[in-house]
């Protein structure tokens, strides 16, 4: 029994060192290129978007309540920036043998469900995850397509409405994208992001 409870201990203490050692971008910072799979089984990366002035990435997943809560959100921003040069990239950073609800087919019949209009990406091995340091579902990176190459502008939470009951919120994503938008700096480049840590598989 001791060595069982030793080795459930150290496994769990492995998850815990995994999931804190990616430390998380922020704004300034060069924002990493992937290649991941969409739901409809096509490569997406940044380079999809050729007409982008900058790009909405969001890591989020099928099952966090938060998630949930902030799927609609998710899906307006990407109608309302698509069209204005910043699209909307979701990536499921979540384990799938940590999160059975999380498997890539899972995803797929959440986006036809939902009728996602943005990718839904498979992060194999949560490789992305950790160049981004994404620790929660939601956490939202806006980016900046730029002469010296893709630049973060803001990390953090959508909004400081998580329970998506307030009347008047702050908007973060909409605001730093106006700003762009504008040409100027966001006025607000991170907040605390709001949602359940990303599922990790145990390691021993």
């Known amino acids: 029994m001791k060595k069982i409870i030793l080795l459930l201990a150290l496994a769990f203490s492995a998850f815990l060192s995994q999931a804190q050692n990616a430390v998380t971008l922020k704004a300034g910072d060069k924002a990493p290129d992937f ?20 790009y909405i990435v969001v890591f989020t997943c099928n099952t966090c309540p938060y998630a949930i809560g902030y799927e609609q959100r ?16 979701a990536i499921n950073p979540n384990d799938p043998e940590a999160s059975k609800a999380d498997t890539f087919a899972k995803m797929q019949d959440l986006a036809k469900d939902k009728k996602y209009p943005f990718p839904y990406l498979f992060d194999p091995g949560q490789k992305i995850t950790d160049e981004y340091g994404a620790k929660r579902t939601p956490h939202i990176f806006i980016v900046s397509k730029t002469s010296k190459g893709n ?14 009951n307030k009347p008047e919120k702050v908007k973060y994503a909409e605001d730093v994208i106006a700003s762009l938008k504008s040409g100027q700096k966001p006025a607000v480049t991170q907040t605390k992001e709001i949602g359940c840590t990303v599922k990790r598989k145990a390691k021993a």
């Open 151 to 164: 630049v973060l502008e803001y990390v953090g939470a959508i909004d400081n409405d998580p329970e998506g």
């Open 35 to 54: 290649k991941l799979k969409n739901v409809d089984n096509k490569e997406v990366s940044f380079g999809t978007f050729k007409d982008a002035k900058g």
């Open 74 to 89: 998710i899906i307006d921003l990407d109608k309302k920036f698509r069209p204005q040069g910043y699209p909307v990239i």
